[in-house]
């Protein structure tokens, strides 16, 4: 009976030293995958141009990374003519302040001109933005007016974030040797940090359109449209 107790009681004591395994790793695995986030954000501002490219190719592009994150921060609205609606000017003046060569789309064939062009101080650094398909004073993002589609193109050493929910899916793509990226579903947050790790607030935004993003040399695309992704592939694909 002594013998049958003693065995008994190591049995009792390997199930508790193995459930507290499990629980430690469960434990483990949560935090690592709150780890792939913080180390994305973190490592985007220290490493080196040459390392920072090949991080990308894991987490995302070169200047714009994904960050999965199980739920999204709450976002406080910017004032009016604040942060992403801000700039509004010319394609002309966009093009000679821009320090790089804007380009417009040239398919589909009814795009034609953009509606609206904003110039974005990115220090250092710009972002030129031309929305089509809207009325100019309801501003690129607003619900009345919406864009049909938002072209961003820039050149800047920091990087765009975007933190990515469970409900938004992001596609791998690759077109004419270009690597691109599709976001769809569920609204994402996009945030962008300068090369010295500041998180600029006023670039912050939730963004509910989808978006391709592709990099070409050293200019960074965005296009957040309403369009499926086929177009928009046509779109971006114009763009030369």
């Given at each position: ?5 003693v ?16 629980r430690?790793?469960a434990?483990?695995?949560?935090a690592s995958?709150?780890l ?16 920072r490219?090949?991080?990308a ?11 999965p994150v ?10 009016p ?13 966009a ?11 040239s ?29 100019p ?16 193109q ?11 929910p469970?409900?938004?899916t ?14 769809e ?12 790790g ?15 993003a592709?990099e ?21 694909l114009?763009?030369?």
């Open positions: 009976m002594d013998r049958l107790a065995n008994e009681g190591r049995r009792l004591l390997l199930a508790t030293r193995f459930s507290s395994l499990l430690h790793r434990l483990r695995v949560a995958a709150a792939v986030a913080l180390i994305a954000i973190a490592l985007t501002a220290a490493l080196s141009p040459g390392a490219s090949a991080f190719r894991f987490f995302g592009l070169k200047h714009i990374q994904v960050v199980d739920k999204l921060p709450v976002v406080l609205t910017p004032p003519g604040f942060g992403a609606v801000a700039g509004l000017t010319t394609l002309a003046d093009q000679a302040m821009a320090g790089f060569t804007v380009i417009t789309p398919e589909p064939d009814w795009l034609g001109r953009p509606d609206a062009v904003y110039l974005q101080d990115l220090e250092p650094g710009r972002q030129v933005v031309l929305v089509y398909g809207r009325r004073e309801a501003g690129p993002f607003s619900k009345d007016g919406g864009a049909l589609i938002a072209l961003f820039f050149r800047a050493e920091g990087m765009f974030m975007k933190l990515s469970p409900g938004t992001v596609q791998e793509l690759e077109r004419d040797g270009v690597r691109m990226l599709w976001f579903g569920a609204s994402h947050l996009l945030k962008y940090v300068s090369p010295d500041e998180e600029r607030v006023e670039f912050e935004r939730l963004v509910d359109r989808n978006t391709l592709w070409t040399g050293d200019i960074t695309y965005r296009l957040e449209t309403s369009l499926p992704l086929e177009e928009a592939l046509q779109v971006a114009s763009v030369r």
